[in-house]
C-alpha cells in the first residue's frame, strides 16, 4: 500500500505562484510514475504533468513554462512548482502514484 498527502494549496492573484508538496509512505519502491492531475468544477480530471523514476517529465501544453514537476528523493516528496498562475488553473490538485494511488487533493484558487 502508498499513501499520498498533498498539501500547498490555496488561494493566489492572476500572476502569482504556489508551490504544492505530495509525500509518498509506505511501499514507495514500488512507484514509477508520480503524477499531478486537477478537476475544475464540472469538468473531467486531467493529467498536469508526470515525472517517472527514471526523470522522464511531461507537461500538458497549457502550462508547460509555468509548472515545474519535481522530486526530493530524501523527504519522498514531489512538488508541482506553479508560476504565472491564470484563473483557468483553478482546481482541485490531485497527487498520484502509477495511476493507482490517489490523495485527498488540495484546492488552488487563482482570483483577484
Known amino acids: 500500500q502508498v499513501y499520498i498527502a498533498e498539501s500547498g494549496g490555496g488561494l493566489v492573484q492572476p500572476g502569482g505562484s504556489l508551490r504544492l508538496s505530495c509525500v509518498f509512505s509506505?511501499?514507495?519502491?514500488?512507484?514509477?510514475?508520480m503524477n499531478w492531475y486537477r478537476q475544475a468544477p464540472g469538468k473531467e480530471r486531467e493529467l498536469v504533468a508526470r515525472?517517472?523514476?527514471?526523470?522522464?517529465?511531461y507537461y500538458k501544453d497549457s502550462v508547460q513554462g509555468r509548472f515545474t514537476i519535481s522530486v526530493d528523493n530524501d523527504k519522498n516528496t514531489v512538488y508541482l512548482q506553479m508560476n504565472s498562475l491564470e484563473p483557468e488553473d483553478t482546481a482541485v490538485y490531485y497527487c498520484?502514484?502509477?495511476?493507482?494511488?490517489w490523495g485527498q487533493g488540495t484546492q488552488v484558487t487563482v482570483s483577484s
Open positions: 498520484n502514484g502509477n495511476n493507482h494511488y
Open positions: 509506505g511501499n514507495i519502491w514500488t512507484i514509477l510514475t
Open positions: 515525472i517517472t523514476s527514471g526523470r522522464d517529465i
